[in-house]
């Protein structure tokens, strides 16, 4: 994995972004009874889906490479990362949805919000956040009933080939009773993917994995409304 460079742009990196709890549960339509069972988050980024939801009680692992690091860097990382991905937002803002997050101000403050909150959490609960690369992941079969992937897949497919899609789809399925959901289905700069998504699903489902494309509410690059679901 490429460590970032805080002034690099995106296309030279993977950014360890920050989402929100409020901004998982829109993109993946997230139900209570979704909250009940064990959620791994793969990758983790300095997301604070993991530090909200369990803090609602869910029991939730976050699975991400950048968690080799110590806390303190990644603290300091997760600050500087949203900085970075909220000027390339704000750079690129046409190649956004903004209704969702109202403006490039409050989602900057949303971002902020959700780094600082994964810092104290991975301070205060380090145990639920696992260094791990897809695409083999340190878990048993089987091992959480519903499995996140939020930006990595797809998002990154200038640099991540078809081949490794498949090994870290089969990976998280592997890891996986339930369902496991992926978004979005386009790429960091908003190009659809449509050949790469139908040549994973027929490879997956000749493997005995079900696919589905699930409609989201959520739409923030214009066209990304879609989960790709694996069960
Ligand atoms: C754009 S962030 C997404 C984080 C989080 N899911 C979110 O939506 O805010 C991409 C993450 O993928 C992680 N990553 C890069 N290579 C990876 C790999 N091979 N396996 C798992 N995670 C990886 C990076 O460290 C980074 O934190």
Request: net charge negative.
């Amino acid at each position: 994995m490429k460590h970032p460079a805080p002034d690099n742009d995106l296309l030279g990196e993977f950014l360890i972004s920050a989402r929100s709890f409020t901004e998982y549960r829109a993109i993946f339509a997230l139900s209570d009874a979704d909250l009940h069972g064990r959620i791994l988050d793969c990758p983790g980024g300095a997301a604070s889906f993991t530090a909200e939801a369990s803090a609602l009680g869910a029991t939730v692992t976050a699975a991400d490479p950048v968690y080799a690091r110590g806390p303190d860097d990644l603290r300091r990382l997760a600050i500087t990362e949203t900085d970075r991905g909220s000027s390339w937002v704000t750079a690129h803002s046409t190649r956004y949805r903004w209704d969702w997050y109202g403006s490039a101000h409050r989602f900057r403050a949303m971002r902020h919000a959700a780094a600082h909150r994964f810092g104290v959490d991975l301070i205060e609960h380090p145990n639920r956040y696992v260094a791990a690369e897809l695409p083999s992941l340190p878990f048993p079969d089987d091992s959480f009933d519903l499995v996140l992937s939020s930006h990595l897949l797809f998002t990154y497919a200038d640099r991540l080939d078809a081949d490794f899609h498949l090994a870290a789809m089969l990976e998280l399925a592997r890891v996986c009773v339930g369902e496991t959901r992926l978004y979005p289905l386009v790429d960091h700069i908003g190009r659809q993917l449509g050949d790469l998504v139908a040549y994973l699903r027929k490879e997956l489902e000749d493997k005995g994995i079900r696919t589905s494309l699930r409609e989201t509410s959520y739409e923030f690059h214009h066209g990304a409304h879609t989960v790709l679901v694996l069960n």
